[in-house]
């Protein structure tokens, strides 16, 4: 006998409850997600580097407060100590005013001059006068090297006796070069011979190299090398002499570091 009370028997299952994940279940109406669709994950965990130039860190970690405090005052320091030696420096240079020496080519004299077969021999006797503009600084002069140069090729050279200079002062001196003999190249011979000829002088060149130390008092600045270029200076000495004389007067030198 039938019971009114149960439901009929339709022959399919029943239909399954709703997925929790939002997908429906056997049969259920929602679909599920098409594919490709990214799904949300965990973030990975901060590298070390980040970790530890977080703020948070450096606030909470005493090693790494103390690290940053000595290098800033270590830039602090350096930064400071550069501009104090600068103004230093400055103010000793506003109140010395150091000036570079003057030199004056007094006289220059050529004898027993011999040009042959790309061969030169003579002497030159050299007088120049140097002068100490500083009102403040003396000056050394230590190992003084001087030349002579036609052109750009070296004859002689020598050396200068070490020599001191008050302020304001001027102090004469004298360089003897001799060669005997020595080669010279086909471009300045040719060029000493041509020049003979033309005007019967010959233009040489001179150049010193000297150090030098600055000194006021208890004060000393570090050895300088100057360097001091006499050019042209023209000697009288025809194709048939041997020797000759500056002409045109006293040459004031160029002077450089």
Not at 56 to 69: E, G, K, L, M
Not at 95 to 103: A, C, D, S
Not at 120 to 129: C, E, H, K, Q, V
């Amino acid at each position: 006998m039938n019971d009114p009370n149960r439901p009929p028997v339709t022959g399919y299952p029943a239909a399954a409850p709703p997925n929790p994940n939002g997908y429906g279940g056997y049969g259920g109406s929602a679909q599920p997600p098409p594919p490709g669709t990214a799904y949300p994950y965990a973030a990975p965990p901060p590298s070390s580097t980040t970790y530890y130039n977080n703020p948070y860190y450096q606030q909470h970690n005493p090693y790494a407060v103390q690290r940053a405090t000595f290098l800033r005052r270590i830039i602090a320091f350096a930064i400071a100590a550069m501009v104090i030696t600068g103004t230093f420096v400055f103010i000793v240079w506003l109140i010395l005013r150091p000036r570079l020496p003057e030199f004056r080519v007094d006289s220059l004299s050529v004898s027993n001059l011999n040009l042959s077969n790309s061969l030169i021999s003579a002497n030159w006797d050299l007088r120049y006068t140097v002068r100490n503009p500083n009102k403040k600084l003396t000056l050394y002069y230590d190992d003084v090297a001087a030349a002579v140069f036609y052109d750009s090729a070296s004859l002689s050279d020598t050396t200068v006796p070490p020599f001191f200079q008050d302020k304001r002062a001027e102090t004469a001196q004298k360089a003897s070069f001799a060669t005997s003999g020595s080669y010279v190249e086909n471009r300045a011979f040719d060029g000493m011979n041509k020049e003979r000829a033309r005007s019967s002088a010959i233009g040489f060149d001179v150049r010193m190299v000297a150090r030098v130390r600055f000194k006021a008092g208890a004060w000393r600045a570090r050895r300088r090398f100057i360097r001091v270029y006499c050019k042209d200076l023209s000697v009288g000495v025809g194709p048939n002499k041997s020797s000759g004389n500056l002409l045109g007067g006293p040459r004031q030198c160029r002077v450089g570091l």
